[in-house]
């Protein structure tokens, strides 16, 4: 597979992956969307289009679930 960073960091497997992490970061068992998406600024994803590509991709395969404003992996 050809392709170059940017496109790589703007995948839904990428910001997936981050927000995946900044979960984890919080420590906690339910999770802000707002605190991930601050997480995900300091690391310059900001936009709401990458973060809801990111929170389908996790969601679509079965990891995260979510209701109303908070966000949790699933046990």
């Known amino acids: 597979m050809l392709a170059n ?9 990428y910001i997936g992956y981050h927000i995946l992490k900044e ?3 919080q420590e906690k068992d339910k ?3 707002y605190d991930v ?3 995900l600024k300091r690391l310059g994803i900001g936009s709401s289009r990458q973060i809801i590509l990111g929170l389908s991709f996790l ?3 079965n990891i995260i679930d979510f209701e109303e404003a908070m966000i ?4």
């Open 72 to 75: 949790w992996v699933k046990k």
């Open 59 to 61: 969601y679509a395969v």
């Open 5 to 13: 960073s940017g496109d790589l960091k703007s995948s839904a497997m």
């Open 37 to 39: 998406a601050k997480g």
């Open 31 to 33: 999770v802000s969307i």
């Open 23 to 25: 979960i984890k970061i």
